[in-house]
């Protein structure tokens, strides 16, 4: 099955330091990626979806300038955290959808990494 | 946009008991997903089910489009099913999807 890598899995920085946080589809192409945003015992919140060579499209209320996304090539999206502050601190999870037009039931299944911890100190 | 509500927000079972979690969507959908976090974050996809009734061993989930709601079954829970649950839908003009707040599950042996 499609398999989202992402990298680091934690992070402790410090305040006023940027952190880039990579998702790579491992075994499919990924025009779109979405990152999504979870507080301590709550749901995921959408941050952004990250399309391939073309801006990002955030959500409302979400900062494009402190999260910057990235979506270099099929296969590689990027968020960096710029000049992160303690409540930036949070769990960031990537999404990647292995979509194949007329493709087998399913084939519209999104598949997260295994998120990154970021602590701002 | 969509809105997800899932019920019971907590749930406390005896090992073995049977379970079942509900998802309610307040609109059209062409995707639905229930996924199980694990205690260190992971989402575990469990079903890709817009519609109909699907199994997959001790768990199985219907969904009913038409009425827009969908269940998740826990049959003879184990302690290893403790987590969260969340249900998360795509609308059907829409390339995103939306969560759910979550059913937090304890299986105590």
């Known amino acids: 099955g499609a398999v989202v890598s992402q990298h680091p899995s934690r992070v402790i920085c410090k305040s006023g330091t940027s952190v880039k946080i990579e998702c790579r589809s491992l075994?499919?192409?990924?025009?779109?990626m979405f990152w999504y945003r979870q507080f301590p015992k709550k749901s995921l919140m959408l941050m952004a979806t990250?399309?391939?060579?073309?801006?990002?499209?955030?959500e409302q209320g979400v900062e494009k300038d402190k999260f910057l996304i990235n979506h270099a090539s099929l296969t590689l999206s990027t968020l960096t955290v710029t000049s992160a502050h303690p409540e930036d601190s949070s769990f960031y999870i990537c999404?990647?959808?292995?979509?194949?037009?007329?493709?087998?039931?399913?084939?519209?299944?999104?598949?997260f990494g295994a998120g990154s911890r970021l602590t701002v100190l | 946009g969509i809105q997800v509500e899932q019920s019971p927000p907590d749930l406390i079972l005896q090992e073995g008991a049977n379970s079942t979690l509900r998802c309610n969507f307040s609109?059209?959908?062409?995707?639905l997903q229930w996924f199980h976090q694990n205690p260190w974050g992971q989402l575990i996809n469990l079903f890709y089910?817009?519609?109909g009734t699907k199994q997959n061993g001790r768990l199985s989930a219907t969904t009913v489009a038409t009425e827009r709601y969908s269940l998740l079954y826990i049959s003879s829970s184990q302690t290893t099913d403790s987590g969260v649950y969340f249900c998360?839908?795509?609308?059907?003009?829409?390339?995103?999807?939306?969560f759910g707040g979550g059913t937090r599950v304890l299986v105590k042996p």
């Open positions: 999404s990647a959808r292995d979509f194949r037009p007329g493709g087998p039931s399913g084939a519209n299944v999104l598949t």
């Open positions: 075994d499919f192409q990924a025009t779109t």
């Open positions: 990250s399309n391939e060579g073309s801006k990002a499209t955030y």
């Open positions: 609109d059209s959908v062409n995707n």
């Open positions: 089910i817009p519609s």
């Open positions: 998360a839908v795509e609308e059907a003009a829409g390339n995103k999807l939306t």
